[in-house]
C-alpha cells in the first residue's frame, strides 16, 4: 500500500516535469533549471559526502546519465533496480548535464543475492554471458551491440528503398530445399490426431498437413527469383533456418538473411558493384549513427582506431578469379595448415588467408559449376565455370555469395533437383524470362565483422544451434 501510495504522488508530481530517454539529453535539447523526468536502470551507486551519485541506463544509448541526490531526501536505491526519477538539469563543475533529484522511487528491486548473475564492477566472459539469455540485455556490450543491429537494419533497408527495391515478405514454410544439401528441418503438426484426420491414400501421415513434406525455408531466393519477374528490383530480410551439427563461431541454426535479386542485370560486374556500393554505404551509416556502440563493443577485442580497421571503405574490392584465388593458395600452401585442392573449393582458413593476402575484402568469381548449387548459370565462354562469386571479408570469411541466374530453360532443365517440386522455377524462363543477379548475404556474419565478436552467437538475441534452443 505504502509503495502504491508513493508511486501515485510520483505520477501526479511528474505532470511537472518533461520525460526524456537519456539519448534526448543534450546542451541542444536541455538546459540547466529544466524540470525533467528519466526512468532506467542503476548501473553504479557512489556515496560520497552530502550526495548520493548514481549512475542509471534506459537502453537509448552507450553513456550513462548522472542522478544526483541530496542524503537528506532519505532516497535509497541500489545497483541492478529499475528507478523513476524528476528534478532539476545542472551542469556540472565538467560542465556535463545532471539531474539533481526531488523525487524518486524504485519500481522494481533487484536482489544480488537471490541469484542475478551479473555484479556491479565486475566482467563476464561471452559464454558466461550467453547461459542468461534473458537477462543480457542489462549487460553494456550486449545492449551496443543490439543497438548496433538495429541500426544496421534500419540502413539496408533504408538503402534498398532507396535504389528502388521492393521488400518481398518470402515464406517461411516452402515446399523445397532451395540449396539442395538436405540441411532443411522438416515441419509437420505436433498434434497426431490432427495427422490421422487429414490422412489420404498414398500420403505419409508426416505429409498429410500439406499433401506433401514442407520445410522451414533455408533461403528466400527462388521465391525472390519469381517476384523479379515482375517487380524487378526486389529483396527480402528475414530468418532462414539450416539443419547443421556444427558448434563453430560462424554457424547457426537459425539466422537472418539479407538476400537481393535483380531483373534484367547480366553480369556479374554489375552484381559486385551492386554489393560493393550497398556495403560501403550501409557501413557508413551504421558508423555515423552507432560510432560510440562500436567503439564500446570493438574496445573489448581490438586497440584498433574505427578509422584504421574501415579503411577498407576508401578502397575498390579487388576482383579475384577463382583460378587466380587457387593459385594464390597453392603458391602459399607451407603456410596452411589445410591442403589446398581445386574440385574442394575454399575452406575458412583459406578465405582469410586471401583476405589478408589482397589486405581487405576480396571478391572471388567464376567458379567451378560442379562446386555450385544448380540455379547458378553455366558461363557462356567456359561451360565448366559459373558466373557465381563469394564475397570474402575480415574476420569472418565468405560474407556474400551470389550468382547471374541460369536463363536457359534447357539448361535448367538439366540441372534440377526435383522437377517435380520446381516445376514453377523452371516456368520462369518459359513466359516472358528475363535474366537475373543476386545474392545473399548473412547479416550476423556482418555484424560479427563489423564489432569483431569473436563468436556469431553473441550479435543476436536468442542463438540457436545444435543442442541448444533456450527460451
Not at 553504479?44 to 544526483?68: A, C, E, H, T, Y
Not at 535504389?163 to 540449396?179: A, M, R, W, Y
Request: aromatic share 10%; net charge neutral.
Amino acid at each position: 500500500m505504502a509503495l502504491l501510495c508513493t508511486r501515485m504522488l510520483l505520477r501526479n508530481s511528474s505532470r511537472n516535469y518533461h520525460f526524456y530517454r537519456i539519448k534526448d539529453i543534450s546542451a541542444q535539447s536541455c538546459k540547466p533549471g529544466n524540470k525533467v523526468n528519466v526512468k532506467g536502470w542503476v548501473k553504479s551507486v557512489r556515496n560520497m559526502k552530502g550526495n548520493l551519485f548514481v549512475d542509471i541506463n534506459d537502453g537509448s544509448v552507450p553513456q550513462n546519465f548522472q542522478l544526483v541526490i541530496n542524503k537528506e531526501k532519505h532516497f535509497d536505491t541500489a545497483y541492478g533496480s529499475s528507478i523513476e526519477a524528476c528534478g532539476t538539469i545542472v551542469a556540472s563543475p565538467r560542465n556535463q548535464l545532471e539531474l539533481h533529484v526531488e523525487t524518486l522511487t524504485e519500481l522494481g528491486k533487484c536482489p544480488l543475492t537471490e541469484g542475478y548473475p551479473f555484479y556491479p564492477k565486475k566482467t563476464y566472459t561471452p559464454e558466461y554471458i550467453r547461459n542468461h539469455l534473458h537477462l543480457r540485455s542489462r549487460v553494456n556490450s550486449m545492449a551496443s551491440t543490439f543497438r548496433v543491429r538495429h541500426e544496421a537494419t534500419r540502413a539496408y533497408n533504408e538503402y534498398l528503398h532507396q535504389h528502388g527495391f521492393v521488400q518481398i515478405h518470402t515464406p517461411v514454410l516452402t515446399s523445397n530445399d532451395c540449396e539442395g544439401a538436405g540441411e532443411a528441418f522438416l515441419v509437420k503438426p505436433l498434434n497426431d490426431q490432427l495427422l490421422k484426420s487429414m490422412a489420404k491414400e498414398n500420403i505419409p501421415l508426416d505429409h498429410a498437413y500439406f499433401d506433401g513434406p514442407t520445410f522451414l525455408t533455408v533461403s528466400g531466393q527462388l521465391h525472390l527469383e519469381a517476384m523479379s519477374h515482375g517487380l524487378d528490383k526486389v529483396y527480402t530480410f528475414g530468418p532462414t533456418f539450416r539443419a547443421e551439427n556444427c558448434k563453430s563461431n560462424i554457424h547457426l541454426s537459425e539466422f537472418y538473411m539479407l538476400e537481393l535479386e535483380e531483373a534484367f542485370m547480366d553480369t556479374l560486374e554489375e552484381l559486385m558493384q551492386r554489393i560493393e556500393d550497398m556495403l560501403k554505404k550501409v557501413t557508413s551509416s551504421v558508423m555515423q549513427r552507432s560510432a560510440a556502440d562500436l567503439s564500446l563493443v570493438r574496445k573489448l577485442t581490438t586497440e584498433g582506431k574505427l578509422e584504421m580497421d574501415f579503411g577498407w571503405m576508401d578502397k575498390p574490392f579487388p576482383r579475384l578469379t577463382y583460378a587466380e584465388a587457387m593459385d594464390i593458395l597453392e603458391a602459399n600452401a607451407g603456410k596452411l595448415k589445410s591442403p589446398v585442392r581445386r574440385t574442394e573449393g575454399i575452406n575458412k582458413e583459406q578465405e582469410l588467408f586471401l583476405v589478408d593476402h589482397c589486405q581487405g575484402p576480396v571478391f572471388v568469381c567464376y567458379w567451378p559449376k560442379d562446386i555450385k548449387s544448380f540455379y547458378m548459370r553455366e558461363n557462356a565462354a567456359n561451360p565448366l565455370l559459373a558466373d557465381a562469386l563469394d564475397l570474402l571479408v575480415p574476420h569472418v570469411g565468405e560474407l556474400v555469395g551470389g550468382s547471374v541466374r541460369e536463363d536457359s530453360y534447357d539448361r535448367l532443365q538439366r540441372k534440377l533437383p526435383n522437377q517435380d517440386v520446381l516445376q514453377w522455377y523452371l516456368e520462369l524462363r518459359k513466359f516472358g524470362s528475363v535474366t537475373t543477379a543476386g545474392f545473399g548475404l548473412g547479416f550476423e556474419r556482418y555484424l560479427s565483422w563489423m564489432l569483431n565478436v569473436h563468436n556469431i552467437k553473441d550479435v543476436i538475441p536468442y542463438p540457436r544451434w545444435a543442442h541448444n534452443c533456450v527460451m
